[in-house]
């Protein structure tokens, strides 16, 4: 794990890692005889979306899912040619690009869908569709009531050239709480979503399944499923039993300058915390602008020479404090902020637990100005 690179702050994110657990996700899907989209929305999940999308494509899965149209087009500009879906809109989008860089688009409204037909028919292009339905997230997706206009507007686009209904889709609320009445409830919305989309000549695929599902709910599978979380190594569904993910992301940092203090000394802004004895302290030269949560001081250990060590006093913008007891530690020793766990030290998931949210927000905010990140793995 140690190497030349930690200076102030890296996000060391194993690629090996993701291959891996991009593996196994995409295994367990072609046991039901589906394909695996992996969700590279938000940067890769703060992990790097080109440098994921390529171990991802590398791995089993065959296309990738984001949120915003720049983010597609990012990805093609990295090179990237596999199916990409992008599904979340604003109106200053212009979806001519998109379909000029052979991006999928979803819809989950008559108005959309025009523009995305509007769009190809300016490029005198077929523009491939991915068709949302809300089947109870209440968030995107087109509401049941409107769904038959919107596939019949859909067939008679389709037979007219200008699109290709690729998918019937839609998102789980509860996929993380397995058991989850809503679940089920969703399923059945969804199959009948289907059932009227084929009923007007579509002969699309589905996909419904986010990584909680496609690791407890092989029947919600379809044709494809599309996982994000899981991909980067942490488990939605620990209750569910172990998934044989490895997390890909470590936050390091190294001791910028080490110090004896006396019994009575208080560390940091407002003296939170006092020694006890005396006592030696390791700076470290991260803090809550490097992605430390500061409602973490006091409630934080980090991996510091063999050990666990505890965060004394409050995190500052740009440091932390650590107290290492009676034992002195090399000015430039690797300090873990959370890994693997393998050794012992700190977690994603448990700061998460600690701070009361979810991996997802960790991961997703760490990678900032001052903080580099660094892929390794085997090429
Ligand atoms: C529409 C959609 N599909 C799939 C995913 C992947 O979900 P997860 O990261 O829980 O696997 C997300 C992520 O939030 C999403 O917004």
């Known amino acids: 794990m140690s190497d030349q690179h930690v200076r102030r702050a890296d996000l060391r994110i194993d690629v090996d890692a993701i291959r891996h657990n991009v593996g196994v996700l995409a295994g367990r899907a072609r046991e039901s005889g589906a394909a695996t989209m992996v969700v590279v929305k938000s940067d890769g999940y703060g992990h790097g979306a080109a440098v994921v999308a390529r171990a991802a ?5 065959e296309r990738l899912g984001v949120a915003a149209v720049e983010e597609a087009l990012q990805l093609r500009e990295a090179g990237i040619t596999a199916p990409i879906l992008c599904w979340l809109f604003v109106e200053s989008d212009r979806f001519g690009p998109a379909i000029d ?41 087109c509401p049941a009531d409107l769904w038959p206009e919107l596939v019949e507007a859909a067939a008679k686009a389709e037979a007219a050239g200008r699109i290709r209904v690729e998918a019937v889709w839609s998102h789980l609320a509860c996929a993380d709480e ?32 986010n990584s909680a599902a496609t690791l407890t709910r092989p029947d ?54 006092t020694a006890e004895r005396d006592t030696t302290l390791a700076l470290v030269p991260v803090g ?8 973490l001081s006091g409630r934080m250990d980090v991996w510091l020479a063999g050990r666990r060590r505890p965060v004394v006093g409050r995190v500052c ?10 034992d002195v530690v090399d000015e430039g020793a690797e300090v873990i902020l959370f890994g693997t766990g393998d050794q012992g030290e700190p977690t ?28 390794v793995g085997a090429p």
């Open 288 to 295: 809550y602008a490097d992605g430390v949560p500061r409602s």
């Open 317 to 326: 913008m740009d440091q932390l404090v650590v107290d290492t007891g009676g």
């Open 220 to 273: 919600l599978h379809f044709e494809l499923v599309r996982p994000g979380i899981a991909s980067y190594g942490l488990d939605p569904v620990p209750q569910a039993g172990a998934h044989d993910l490895i997390p890909a992301m470590t936050f390091r940092s190294s001791v910028s300058l080490v110090k004896r203090v006396a019994a009575g000394e208080s560390v940091s802004y407002g003296h939170t915390w």
């Open 57 to 61: 494509l590398e791995s089993g899965a």
């Open 348 to 375: 994603a998931a448990e700061w998460a637990d600690e701070l009361g949210t979810i991996h997802y927000e960790i991961v997703t905010g760490m990678y900032r100005p001052r903080v580099t990140r660094t892929a």
């Open 178 to 209: 397995p058991g989850h009445p809503s679940i089920d409830r969703q399923a059945e919305r969804f199959a009948r979503a289907y059932e009227q989309a084929r009923a007007v000549g579509l002969e699309p695929i589905r996909h419904l399944a």
């Open 101 to 141: 860089a052979d991006v999928d688009l979803s819809a989950s409204s008559q108005a959309t869908l025009a523009r995305i037909v509007d769009a190809a028919a300016e490029r005198g292009k077929t523009a491939r569709v991915h068709l949302k339905i809300d089947t109870g997230l209440c968030r995107s997706g």
